[in-house]
C-alpha cells in the first residue's frame, strides 16, 4: 500500500492525545481515547493487507505473523529489558517481582488479562504498573492471530463480495455486544478484545468500502473527523463507560479521516505531526514507563521533563530499533530464523526468572530482605482462621473459654496481642471471618454475585454468644473505615468499589452523608445487641497506609542508602475514623460498650508510624504484623486495667 501521509498524521493526534492525558489527566480528560484511534487505524491496515493477500491468493499466515512480530516485539522486548536493569537496581523486590510477572504477560501478548484481574486502568494502582499501557497491545496481537485464519476459513466459503457483507453485519453485531458487555462488566469490556474488536473492523470497513467523495467534501469530512477526535478528548472522561455508545465519537471520526484520504491537508502536510506519527509507535512504548518513573521517585512537575523525554526516546527506538529491517520468510519450517521470537524467548526468560525468585532476591542485601520476610516470622493466629462455616470455631490456649476476639481480618491479624495478654486466663475464642464486618444482615459482592454469608455468620455468632459464652468479654475489631469510606492501599482504590449491601441499600466510597450515617447506625446495633449478654470492647481502627509498608522501608533503602521512618500524619488518620471513631462512641453511649483505643503504640503528636527500630509493623498497608501486634501488647494491659476488664 502506498504510504498514507493521513494514517500517518492520525497517530500523531491519538498518541498527542494519550501522552497529554497520561502526564496530566486534567488537560484532557477523555485523551485515553486516541488508544481507539490506534486500533481503527490498525484494523484498516491489517484488513487491506489481509484482503489483498487473499484475493489474488498469495496471503501467507507465517509471512503474516512474521511481518507483525518484526514490527513489534523488538522494540517492546527493548524496553521490557531495559525496564529488567532498571528494577535490578531501584525496585523493591515484590515489585521487581511484578515487574517480571508484567514484562512476561507483555511479551506474551497477554497483558490485558492479567491487568483484568488486578486493577481497574484508572485506578490509582495503575500508575505503579511498568506495562500497563501494553493491555493495547495485547489487544491487537490477539486481532493479528484471530483475524487471518477467520477471513482464510470464510473465503473457502464465500466469495468476496459476500465475505465483505459478513465483514460489514459483524462490526454492527460486534458493537452491539460491546455496548451491552460495557455496561455489564465494564471492566473486562476495557480490557479485553470483544467489546474492541467492532473498532479494528470498522477501520477494515473502511478499506472494503471506499466512499467516492468530491475533493470539496472530503475537506469537510476530515475536518469533521478530527473535530469528532478533539471533542472526544474533552467530553469523554475516566467516569465514561467505555469503550460505550461515546467511544463512536473518536472511532467514527478516525474512519471519516481515513476514507476521506485526503494527503494534502494542513494535517497531512504538517511536518511536526508526521515525524511524531512515524514515531508514535515507541512513543508509545517509552512515555509510559517514564509517566510511573516521575511518580515512583515523586517528581514534581515531571511532564516537563516525561513529556520531552518521551519523545526523545521515542525517536532513538524508531531509529535504532524500529528502523531494522529484518527478514521474513514464507514458511513455518523457518521458525527458528526468526530473529524477534528470539528475543521474545530471552526477554520472557529473564522475567520468568524475577517471578519465581522474588524479583532475584539473591542480589539484595540482607538487611533489605529480612524487612521482606520478617513480617511473617512467627504465627499470624488469626489469618489462617477464616470462618466461612457458621460451625467453625477456632480456638487458642487451654482451659476455659476467657475471652472472644471477633471481626474481619484485621481482628485476625491482632489477635496474637490479645492471646498473649489471656495466655495464662484461659483460652481465646476467634471469631474472624474475613472482609466481613461486624454487621448483622450485611452482604458482600464475591465471585459477581452477592452473597450473605458474612450477614448470617454474625447473626449465628451473636446468638452462640447469648447461649454458649454468655459473660466472657468480646473484643470486636474490623477495619471499620474501610466499609464507610472505601480503601487507602493504592492497589485497592477505586471510587466505584462496592463496599457492602445492607438493608438492600448498596455501599460505596461514594455514598452520601445519609446512607453512611444509616450504616454507621447498623454497626452501633450490632455491637448493642452483643452488650445484652456480654461485655464489648471495641478497639479502635488502627493507623493506616497508602502503600505496602514493607515495600516502603525496602525502597527508602534502596533510594537513599538508609532507612527512612514510613509514617503519615495523624490528623489524617484522625480524619480518616470520624465515622469509626464516632460508631464506638456512640455505642458506649448507648449501650455502654468499652472502647479501646491502642493509637499510642503507633503514633506520637504528629506521626502515625509503619515501623519501629527498623521493623515492619504490617504485613502490608494495614494488617499489622506479628512484630506489630506484639508492640500493642504493654498499652492494651494498660487501657484494659483502667477499664476493671479482666485479663
Given at each position: 500500500m502506498k504510504f498514507r501521509q493521513d494514517i500517518n498524521a492520525l497517530r500523531a493526534v491519538a498518541i498527542i492525545g494519550v501522552i497529554l492525558f497520561h502526564f496530566n489527566n486534567e488537560w484532557l480528560p477523555g485523551g485515553f481515547s486516541g488508544v481507539d484511534v490506534f486500533f481503527v487505524i490498525s484494523g484498516f491496515l491489517m484488513t487491506s493487507i489481509v484482503f489483498r493477500g487473499l484475493e489474488s491468493d498469495s496471503f501467507s499466515l507465517f509471512k503474516f505473523y512474521v511481518s507483525r512480530a518484526n514490527r513489534i516485539i523488538p522494540a517492546l522486548a527493548f524496553l521490557c529489558l531495559v525496564l529488567m536493569v532498571f528494577g535490578w537496581f531501584y525496585l523493591a523486590p515484590d515489585d521487581y517481582k511484578t515487574l517480571g510477572k508484567h514484562v512476561l504477560s507483555s511479551m506474551e501478548f497477554s497483558s490485558n488479562f492479567t491487568y483484568l484481574n488486578e486493577s481497574g486502568y484508572f485506578d490509582k494502582s495503575a500508575y505503579t504498573k511498568w506495562l500497563l499501557h501494553t493491555w493495547s497491545l495485547s489487544v491487537e496481537w490477539q486481532f493479528y492471530i484471530l483475524f487471518p485464519i477467520i477471513l482464510m476459513v470464510l473465503k473457502k466459503y464465500l466469495n468476496v463480495q459476500n465475505l465483505k457483507k459478513v465483514f460489514l453485519i459483524s462490526t454492527i453485531f460486534t458493537f452491539v455486544i460491546a455496548f451491552f458487555l460495557s455496561y455489564s462488566n465494564p471492566l473486562s469490556a476495557f480490557y479485553l478484545l470483544p467489546a474492541r474488536v467492532w473498532e479494528l473492523l470498522l477501520g477494515g470497513v473502511a478499506f472494503l468500502y471506499p466512499l467516492a467523495i468530491q475533493d470539496k467534501n472530503k475537506k469537510r469530512m476530515e475536518l469533521l473527523g478530527v473535530s469528532l477526535i478533539i471533542l472526544g478528548y474533552f467530553l469523554v472522561t475516566e467516569q465514561t463507560v467505555w469503550p460505550g455508545y461515546m467511544?463512536?465519537?473518536?472511532?467514527?471520526?478516525?474512519?471519516?479521516?481515513?476514507?476521506?484520504?485526503?494527503?494534502?491537508?494542513?494535517?497531512?502536510?504538517?511536518?511536526?505531526?508526521?515525524?511524531?506519527?512515524?514515531?508514535?509507535?515507541?512513543?508509545?512504548?517509552?512515555?509510559?514507563?517514564?509517566?510511573?518513573?516521575?511518580?515512583?521517585?515523586?517528581?514534581?512537575?515531571?511532564?516537563?521533563?516525561?513529556?520531552p523525554l518521551s519523545i526523545i526516546l521515542g525517536y532513538l527506538s524508531y531509529r535504532f530499533i524500529e528502523s531494522i529491517k529484518f527478514p521474513t520468510y514464507d514458511l513455518w519450517s523457518s521458525i527458528f530464523k526468526v530473529k524477534p521470537m528470539w528475543m521474545f524467548l530471552f526477554t520472557g526468560i529473564l522475567a520468568a526468572g524475577a517471578y519465581n525468585t522474588n524479583g532475584y532476591d539473591f542480589h539484595y542485601p540482607q538487611k533489605l530482605q529480612v524487612i521482606?520476610?520478617?513480617?511473617?516470622?512467627?504465627?499470624?493466629?488469626?489469618?489462617?482462621?477464616?470462618n466461612y462455616d457458621n460451625q467453625k470455631e477456632c480456638q487458642f490456649g487451654k482451659g476455659d473459654v476467657a475471652a472472644i476476639v471477633m471481626g474481619d481480618s484485621h481482628s485476625g491479624a491482632m489477635i496474637r496481642g490479645i492471646d498473649a495478654l489471656y495466655h495464662d486466663k484461659g483460652a481465646v475464642v476467634d471469631w474472624t471471618l474475613g472482609a466481613c464486618p461486624t454487621l448483622s444482615g450485611v452482604s458482600r459482592y464475591r465471585q459477581k454475585k452477592w452473597t450473605s454469608v458474612c450477614g448470617d455468620y454474625v447473626d449465628s455468632v451473636i446468638k452462640r454468644a447469648s447461649t454458649k459464652y454468655q459473660g466472657v468479654p468480646i473484643f470486636i475489631i474490623n477495619r471499620t473505615a474501610y466499609y464507610i469510606d472505601g480503601d487507602t492501599e493504592s492497589d485497592r482504590m477505586n471510587d466505584q468499589t462496592i463496599l457492602v449491601k445492607w438493608q438492600n441499600k448498596i455501599f460505596r466510597p461514594s455514598s452520601t452523608f445519609d446512607m453512611k450515617s444509616k450504616l454507621a447506625k447498623g454497626f452501633i446495633e450490632t455491637a448493642c445487641k452483643l452488650s445484652k449478654t456480654n461485655p464489648i470492647i471495641m478497639v479502635r481502627d488502627?493507623?493506616?497506609?497508602?502503600?505496602?509498608?514493607?515495600?516502603?522501608?525496602?525502597?527508602?533503602l534502596i533510594l537513599n542508602g538508609e532507612l527512612s521512618r514510613v509514617k503519615i500524619s495523624r490528623k489524617s488518620f484522625t480524619e480518616r475514623n470520624k465515622w469509626s471513631d464516632y460508631i464506638r462512641t456512640q455505642a458506649q453511649k448507648e449501650c455502654g460498650v468499652k472502647v479501646l483505643d491502642l493509637t499510642d503504640a503507633f503514633c506520637d503528636q504528629d506521626y502515625c508510624y509503619g515501623d519501629k527500630n527498623g521493623h515492619a509493623m504490617y504485613i502490608d498497608g494495614d494488617h499489622l504484623s506479628p512484630y506489630g501486634s506484639s508492640l500493642t501488647i504493654p498499652l492494651m494491659s494498660e487501657k484494659l486495667k483502667s477499664m476493671n476488664i479482666n485479663f
Open positions: 467511544a463512536l465519537v473518536p472511532v467514527i471520526g478516525t474512519y471519516l479521516i481515513i476514507v476521506s484520504n485526503r494527503q494534502d491537508s494542513l494535517l497531512t502536510n504538517n511536518l511536526i505531526l508526521q515525524f511524531i506519527g512515524k514515531w508514535s509507535y515507541s512513543i508509545y512504548l517509552w512515555h509510559w514507563p517514564l509517566v510511573v518513573f516521575g511518580i515512583y521517585f515523586s517528581i514534581t512537575n515531571w511532564w516537563l521533563f516525561g513529556i521482606g520476610k520478617e513480617p511473617f516470622n512467627g504465627p499470624l493466629r488469626g489469618l489462617h482462621c477464616q488502627t493507623p493506616e497506609y497508602p502503600f505496602d509498608v514493607p515495600t516502603e522501608m525496602q525502597k527508602s
